[in-house]
Structure formats: structure tokens, C-alpha cells
């Protein structure tokens, strides 16, 4: 069994920073994309940012110059630091990850999410 674990989020006044960080544990063979969406209450989630296992990296247009993905795959962990944080940005952030548990193709995997708010 898989699971991706969250932490890091919380309460941040606007203009602040936060860094979520996500942990895939359990039978890994491989961890392919990771990434990490969003959902504010009352909307649909979204994505906020992907990363490939060799680094490359697409943002939403909305977090792009303030929000920065990265990963470490000797600890098959995906990370989102935060900056410059706008009330907008609060949402409920999951991360997922397309895991190979075995010699068959990936399957997605989601967090069971962390709260962060942005409010003065």
C-alpha cells in the first residue's frame, strides 16, 4: 500500500511564506510525476504545479514567479514553497503522484490534504 503524507501548511498573513512538504512511503518501485493541487471552498480543484521525475516543472498561471515545486527522489518527496501569499491562495492543498508499485504502469496517488489560509 501507498501513502502520501502532507505537512506544512497552516495560517499566514498576506505577503507570507509556507513550504508544504509530501512523503510517498510504503511498496515504491517508482514515483513518476508528483504535484500538488488545490481547492478553495466552494470551487473545483485545481492544479497548482507539477514536477517530472527529471525536474521539469509547470505552474498555474496564477502562482507563477510566487510558488516553486522541487522533489527529492532518493526520498520520493515533493515540496511547494510558498511565497508572497495573496488570501486567494487559500485552498486546501493536495499532492499526488503517479507511483509504480510493481512492473505494470503508474497509478495516481493523493494526500489527504493541508490546510492553508491566508488571512491578516
Known amino acids: 500500500q501507498v501513502q502520501l503524507v502532507e505537512s506544512g501548511g497552516g495560517l499566514v498573513q498576506p505577503g507570507g511564506s509556507l513550504r508544504l512538504s509530501c512523503a510517498a512511503s510504503?511498496?515504491?518501485?517508482?514515483?513518476?510525476?508528483m504535484g500538488w493541487n488545490r481547492q478553495a471552498p466552494g470551487k473545483q480543484r485545481e492544479l497548482v504545479a507539477i514536477?517530472?521525475?527529471?525536474?521539469?516543472?509547470n505552474y498555474a498561471d496564477s502562482v507563477k514567479g510566487r510558488f516553486t515545486i522541487s522533489r527529492d527522489n532518493a526520498k520520493n518527496t515533493v515540496y511547494l514553497q510558498m511565497n508572497n501569499l495573496k488570501p486567494e491562495d487559500t485552498a486546501v492543498y493536495y499532492c499526488?503522484?503517479?507511483?509504480?508499485?510493481?512492473?505494470?504502469?503508474?497509478?495516481?496517488?493523493w494526500g489527504q490534504g493541508t490546510q492553508v489560509t491566508v488571512s491578516s
Open positions: 510504503g511498496s515504491i518501485f517508482g514515483v513518476n510525476v
Open positions: 499526488n503522484a503517479d507511483v509504480r508499485v510493481d512492473l505494470g504502469p503508474p497509478r495516481p496517488y
Open positions: 514536477i517530472t521525475r527529471d525536474g521539469n516543472t
